[in-house]
């Protein structure tokens, strides 16, 4: 894996806490709910206290890398870099120029980290389908290509394993490490929700493991969509995503084996939801303080980590 130095380099845990817009609803799935307005969901992340946030879908911080810059500086808020789905598996498809304008926003803001997801080609997340053997090949040659071509720019890509999309399950995160040297997002609802174990695998690759977005599951939820039962859209309507500490990830033992594995990048706090009409008293901000107060009574002081 090509190595690109985290700016959170040494900052202890609470310092590296971001926030997301799928926490407030916002997502690039069209049709998805409600989507709220920048200059609320910023506004909500800094008064809670978070240190930073990704991006959100194209557009939703300003068209123009100078122009998302300012508005988070307006917000104090870091850039961390975000969620970027390209098709990665058609022979036909070069990735590299969304990717590189992503780099652009990116270096324009001060952000590290291009989240890739290998999208189907299709919107929403509620099917997908099998990849073969020559997708399964142009995909893994697309990852090393453009893990090389970010930090040939600066910046690290990782792959986000993610439900609805060509690398979903344990199993296929399992193909991607043994197969290509891209670094790991580990979504801890994604892995979960694919079937896999976000822990195990953590605890298998720490080394590969370069960025962490966090958020609690009801295992019950996740069941009926690996069952069939629920597509992913319904289960996160029926709320199977929970705050922190609300739900069945061992979240406590996900940060002890990171930082004791000398992680040193964000973890964003994403819990996917959907509005279906203006929030009421406080909103989606009430789950994201529940999942902070989570994180920081469960964050290892800095120097008690224990070696494993
Ligand atoms: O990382 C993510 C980015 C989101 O916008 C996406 O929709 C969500 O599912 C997610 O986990």
């Avoid at 195990?200 to 960025?211: D, G, K, N, Q, W």
Wanted: some cysteine; glycine content about 12%.
């Amino acid at each position: 894996m090509t190595s690109v130095t985290h700016a959170t380099s040494h900052l202890p845990v609470h310092r590296r806490v971001a926030g997301a817009p799928i926490s407030w609803g916002v997502c690039e799935v069209p049709g998805w709910g409600l989507q709220l307005d920048p200059e609320r969901v910023l506004g909500e992340m800094r008064d809670l206290g978070l240190a930073a946030t990704e991006f959100g879908p194209a557009g939703f911080l300003g068209d123009e890398p100078s122009a998302t810059a300012a508005r988070l500086e307006r917000f104090d808020l870091q850039a961390v870099g975000g969620f970027l789905p390209v098709v990665l598996h058609d022979p036909e498809h070069d990735p590299i120029p969304e990717v590189d304008a992503f780099i652009d926003t990116c270096l324009a803001t001060g952000a590290g980290v291009v989240v890739l997801a290998a999208a189907t080609g299709a919107d929403g997340y509620d099917e997908r389908p099998a990849l073969d053997d020559e997708g399964w090949a142009t995909l893994l040659g697309n990852l090393d290509r453009i893990g090389e071509h970010a930090a040939s720019r600066g910046v690290i890509a990782c792959l986000h394993p993610h439900v609805g999309t060509m690398v979903e399950t344990g199993q296929e995160t399992e193909r991607v490490l043994g197969s290509s040297a891209i670094g790991l997002c580990v979504d801890t609802g994604h892995l979960l929700v694919g079937g896999g174990d976000p822990v195990a695998i953590t605890a298998a690759h720490p080394e590969r493991v370069v960025h962490v977005h966090l958020k609690d599951v009801d295992r019950a939820k996740a069941e009926q969509v690996i069952a069939g039962e629920l597509t992913f859209g319904e289960a996160v309507d029926a709320g199977m995503f929970r705050p922190l500490g609300h739900g069945d990830v061992d979240v406590a033992a996900m940060v002890r084996t990171l930082e004791a594995h000398g992680y040193q990048g964000w973890y964003v706090l994403e819990q996917d939801v959907k509005l279906h009409g203006a929030p009421e008293g406080e909103g989606p901000g009430s789950d994201v303080r529940r999942s902070i107060d989570y994180l920081l009574g469960v964050a290892p002081v800095a120097d008690s980590v224990p070696a494993l």
